[in-house]
């Protein structure tokens, strides 16, 4: 979906067409969701943060000066909350969570080896590996690999950053993935069937 | 285009980028996707819109003071570390304000609205809406509010109806 479908829909959701509104949450929902996930917002807050952005976009609707920039102003809103709900929970000093650093003490928000949620080893091995990766990167694939693929200025909103510096950075982290992950990991045939449940590691 | 547009250092890396971020995308939809409640609440947001109303927006938040909205404290500091923060909105003719205070997970709201002759004032949540008392100076208190976003509104005595923003508290 591209700028001008978005700025499109935008237009019918103004005159009240309500599937219209629905083709929005369905392009920007997930996207909304990993950005409150790679800040670290447990279950609850994620859900909250997520509601109030769409609730808030409702409000604004006839406000909305580049409807074609509105995956932008979402994940804005998104991250803005997050840093509210952060402060909250977190009693910090107003300010702190603004370091981008303020947000990687937190816990992961998901731990799929208690869940038994991975299908292999591959993926579990894959998993190791991204919770080794520097938070920063976490947060940024975390939200690139949202489904569908948001744009590059969307993502330069959700997590502040300049849009030259996504591509970039990007590269760098799946550098470091590369290094941590074993070389031959996808060069092998995939084993057929599953592996069960991945051995916990404590 | 401005995404997958970047150039793999080594030949191969690129595919093998592209097998590894596929890789993850599936495992994030699978571990941690988007809960249905999640994306129902979405959908429904569009409900909630208000054609004739006005709307009061968020003029300041002690949580995010120093950023895009200054909040200037006149008599208390707001202070996050004691669990309660400040919320300011303006609009439509009237102004909110609004202190957040957290006890035992639950939240009391203290605040006055001013510039509106209201004859009705509510609080709306996820759960729903509660008609809130208000007194002749404009104040109210809302005890045992969740956590969660919430707007205010009132209806003035000319049958205007004033809608703050959304606010997570």
Same mark, same amino acid.
């Given at each position: 979906m591209d700028d001008v479908e978005i700025a499109k829909l935008v237009l019918r959701v103004r005159q009240g067409d309500?599937?219209?509104?629905?083709?929005?949450?369905?392009?920007?929902?997930?996207?909304l969701w990993s950005i409150a996930r790679s800040f670290r917002m447990n279950d609850a807050d994620a859900a909250d943060v997520v509601q109030t952005a769409w609730l808030r976009l409702v409000e604004h609707l006839d406000g909305i000066r580049e409807p074609e920039r509105l995956g932008s102003w979402l994940a804005t809103t998104v991250r803005r909350e997050c840093y509210n709900v952060r402060r909250r929970t977190a009693r910090v000093e107003p300010g702190e969570p603004d370091d981008p650093d303020g947000w990687d003490g937190l816990p992961a928000t998901a731990d799929p080896l208690d869940e038994g949620l991975l299908r292999d080893e591959r993926d579990a091995e894959l998993w190791r590996a991204f919770g080794r990766l520097k938070p920063a990167c976490q947060r940024l694939l975390r939200v690139l690999l949202a489904d569908p693929p948001p744009h590059y200025a969307e993502v330069a909103a959700a997590l502040d950053?300049?849009?030259?510096s996504i591509g970039p950075t990007r590269q760098r982290c799946l550098d470091c993935l590369r290094d941590l992950l074993d070389g031959d990991l996808f060069d092998q045939p995939r084993p057929t069937g599953r592996a069960g449940r991945p051995t916990r590691k404590r | 285009m401005d995404r997958d547009d970047f150039t793999a250092p080594h030949p191969g890396d690129q595919d093998r980028d592209g097998e590894i971020l596929d890789a993850y995308?599936?495992? =994030?939809? /699978?571990?941690?996707?988007?809960?249905?409640?999640?994306? /129902?609440a979405a959908r429904e947001a569009f409900h909630t819109r208000d054609l004739d109303g006005e709307i009061a927006v968020l003029v300041a938040d002690s949580r995010t003071a120093g950023t895009d909205t200054v909040y200037l404290p006149?008599?208390? *500091?707001? #202070?996050?570390?004691?669990?309660?923060?400040?919320?300011? =909105?303006? &609009?439509?003719?009237?102004?909110? #304000?609004?202190?957040?205070?957290? *006890?035992? &997970?639950? %939240? %009391? %709201? %203290?605040?006055?609205?001013?510039?509106?002759?209201?004859?009705?004032?509510?609080? *709306?949540? /996820? #759960?729903g809406q509660r008609r809130i008392d208000v #007194?002749?100076?404009?104040?109210? /208190?809302?005890?045992?509010?969740?956590?969660?976003p919430v707007r205010l509104w009132c209806r003035s005595s000319d049958g205007i109806r004033v809608t703050t923003d959304w606010v997570t508290i």
């Open positions: 309500a599937a219209a509104w629905a083709a929005l949450t369905a392009r920007y929902t997930n996207f950053m300049a849009v030259g | 995308r599936r495992i =994030f939809a /699978a571990v941690d996707g988007t809960p249905t409640d999640v994306l /129902a006149v008599r208390a *500091e707001p #202070d996050p570390a004691q669990g309660h923060w400040l919320l300011s =909105f303006a &609009g439509g003719g009237i102004r909110v #304000d609004m202190q957040v205070g957290e *006890e035992q &997970g639950r %939240l %009391l %709201l %203290l605040g006055m609205f001013s510039g509106t002759s209201g004859e009705e004032y509510y609080l *709306e949540s /996820a #759960d #007194d002749r100076l404009g104040r109210f /208190a809302v005890e045992g509010v969740a956590h969660g």
